[in-house]
């Protein structure tokens, strides 16, 4: 298995560019979720999935938008990239909400300029 | 509002120094407390899932445990491979809010 699969590793664009950030995993999970991570302030959650079809907004979904039309793939798009949305994203899966045994995928580092 | 807060932000010990962080949350009905490691530049790995005051999970030299307001991961006798960024989560409805981290640096 190769567990959660993120891509790109980096990314810089220009303020306004859109762009969308892929995430897959093959442990045929129902839960994805999609979080930015900021320096002191830890992870923040932007939009999950409990199944294909099924997606709903997290703390700070302002500004990104998801689909869920696989189990395999969660993608998240950036509509018009700001300055503020540079971070590290992390998409991560979870085979059962109720233990929080969430598998991260490996980052992907934004930069908007 | 839910709420996780970590201390200390930052830890330096010494080879063999044992100690341990906090993880302090205020959440209406708990349904979960998670504790994870971070390795500069890699996502979160999972270590313990903790669920009713009283309750602690081993893994070599870490031990968490919980209480009604908080949960202490300690830390024994550490070594250099245990440096990481240490992150605490509380189960909110269907997500997870997770603490800023503690990032622990073990010297040999």
């Known amino acids: 298995n190769a567990g959660v699969t993120q891509t790109p590793k980096f990314q810089v664009l220009k303020t306004g560019q859109s762009m969308t950030l892929q995430c897959a995993q093959d442990?045929?999970?129902?839960?994805m979720s999609w979080y930015r991570q900021d320096p002191g302030m830890g992870l923040r959650l932007i939009h999950y999935?409990?199944?294909?079809?099924?997606?709903d907004q997290g703390e700070v979904p302002n500004g990104y938008n998801v689909s869920r039309s696989t189990t395999e793939d969660f993608p998240l798009r950036l509509l018009s990239a700001a300055p503020s949305q540079t971070s590290v994203y992390f998409c991560?899966?979870?085979?059962?909400?109720?233990?929080?045994?969430?598998?991260f995928g490996p980052g992907t580092r934004l930069l908007v300029l | 509002e839910d709420q996780v807060t970590q201390s200390p932000e930052a830890l330096r010990l010494q080879e063999g120094e044992s100690s341990s962080l906090n993880c302090s949350y205020t959440?209406?009905?708990?349904?979960?407390l998670f504790w994870y490691r971070q390795d500069p530049g890699k996502g979160p790995e999972f270590l313990f899932t903790?669920?009713?005051a009283g309750e602690e999970k081993e893994k070599e030299r870490l031990k968490a445990t919980l209480t009604k307001k908080e949960s202490f991961l300690h830390i024994t006798a550490p070594k250099p491979e245990d440096s990481a960024t240490y992150l605490c989560?509380?189960?909110?409805?269907?997500?997870?809010?997770f603490g800023p981290g503690t990032r622990l640096s073990v010297l040999p």
């Open positions: 991560a899966s979870n085979p059962d909400i109720e233990r929080g045994t969430q598998y």
């Open positions: 903790l669920y009713s």
């Open positions: 989560a509380v189960r909110r409805g269907q997500n997870f809010v």
């Open positions: 959440v209406s009905g708990l349904r979960g």
């Open positions: 442990m045929n999970h129902e839960y």
């Open positions: 999935s409990v199944g294909a079809g099924i997606t």
